[in-house]
């Protein structure tokens, strides 16, 4: 069996956002293109990552108004990586590394070439076997 790499599953389209615009662009660039995460930056230059929790939990939930409330102050403003030619099993384990359910993408130039979410794995891989070793990596505590 031939091992699945990053960016056989990574959403490739990267849509970012300004850490100075109000949530409520935010959240409206995240309906348009159907994710929950964006990044925050330009182009390569990413700042961190804010997603659709970040806004509803963070913000909405506390009384804020999205309309006038920045991403720079409700977004994460850590970024991790993986590279489009990782295995996907290396991606789970730093994704259960830094407990996140998201990574960016990048090629060997660091250039953004796009997401890869925990979401994509359970969703786009039809091999259950690989689906389950790699749930395993990033949920528990490999135990060599």
């Known amino acids: 069996m031939q091992k699945t790499v990053v960016s056989d599953l990574m959403t490739e389209k990267v849509i970012t956002v300004s850490a100075d615009d109000s949530l409520t662009v935010a959240a409206?660039?995240?309906k348009e293109t159907d994710c929950g995460v964006l990044p925050v930056g330009k182009g390569n230059d990413l700042q961190g990552m804010i997603t659709d929790r970040d806004?509803?939990?963070?913000a909405i939930a506390e009384g804020k108004d999205p309309a006038k409330e920045k991403v720079a102050d409700y977004?994460?403003?850590k970024v991790y990586a993986c590279n489009e030619d990782d295995f996907l099993e290396d991606a789970a384990d730093k994704m259960r590394g830094h407990n996140v359910s998201r990574l960016i993408?990048?090629?060997h130039e660091g250039k953004v070439t796009g997401i890869l979410s925990f979401g994509n794995i359970l969703r786009k891989n039809a091999d259950a076997d690989e689906?389950?070793?790699?749930?395993?990596?990033?949920v528990f505590k490999v135990v060599a």
């Not at 806004?55 to 963070?58: A, D, K, P």
């Not at 689906?131 to 990033?138: D, F, G, H, T, W």
């Open 28 to 30: 409206q660039k995240m």
């Open 55 to 58: 806004i509803v939990i963070r």
């Open 75 to 77: 977004m994460t403003d």
């Open 105 to 107: 993408v990048r090629n």
């Open 131 to 138: 689906v389950a070793k790699i749930v395993e990596r990033a």
